[in-house]
């Protein structure tokens, strides 16, 4: 060990603070797990409606755009297509770019829909300590439907409308529509 003041006693006094801290963590850890064993039951997650959050639609969008990026590589890679030359000379209705936008819209929806049928939320929701509905209705068909009716009206409005105007009106507006809700935990 290296010593500050030459003396040894810095480093010991170091030691010393360290190994209080850890036993001071030890015993919160210890009297936390004993007060749930003792009354038996663990804190139930209370959760109240929210409205759309910048911060999770944004880590959402990030993985959303590398997986259609990775579905577009494989794609390119198979088909041996060039996609440069393509979208600088699309074809007289313009399919190239319906089809990049097929490709995205498609990724989108299952993103939105098998995450939140699965797990109850996105990978951004999650972070962020929002689900769409209540964890007893994860079980429930009606929850699916919703949430496929939720990721639909939202890939149909082109994912920026209804989030600005339900920050405008503080109000989640597509989970108004569809049933499916959004929660934040309280």
């Known amino acids: 060990m290296t010593e500050v003041g030459g003396d040894g006693t810095s480093s010991a006094a170091v030691d010393e603070i360290l190994k209080t801290l850890q036993k001071n963590r030890r015993l919160d850890f210890e009297k936390s797990t004993a007060k749930q064993k003792i009354t038996g039951t663990a804190t139930k997650e209370e959760f109240k409606k929210t409205t759309f959050s910048f911060s999770a639609a944004l880590l959402d969008g990030m993985l959303v755009v590398a997986a259609s ?8 890679v198979v088909t041996k297509v060039d996609l440069i030359g393509n ?5 007289a209705q313009g399919m190239i770019y319906l089809a990049t936008f097929s490709l995205f819209a498609g990724v989108s929806f299952i993103y939105l829909t098998v995450n939140r049928i699965f797990i109850g939320c996105t990978p951004g929701e999650w972070a962020f300590d929002q689900r769409i509905g209540k964890p007893e209705e994860l079980n429930k068909a009606a929850y699916s439907l919703k949430v496929v009716a939720r990721s639909l009206v939202v890939i149909a409005t082109g994912f920026v409308i209804l989030p600005i105007l339900s920050v405008l009106f503080n109000k989640d507006i597509t989970g108004s529509i569809t049933g499916a809700q959004l929660f934040k935990k309280a």
């Open 87 to 91: 979208l600088t000379n699309p074809d």
């Open 69 to 76: 990026l990775l579905c577009m590589i494989i794609l390119l």
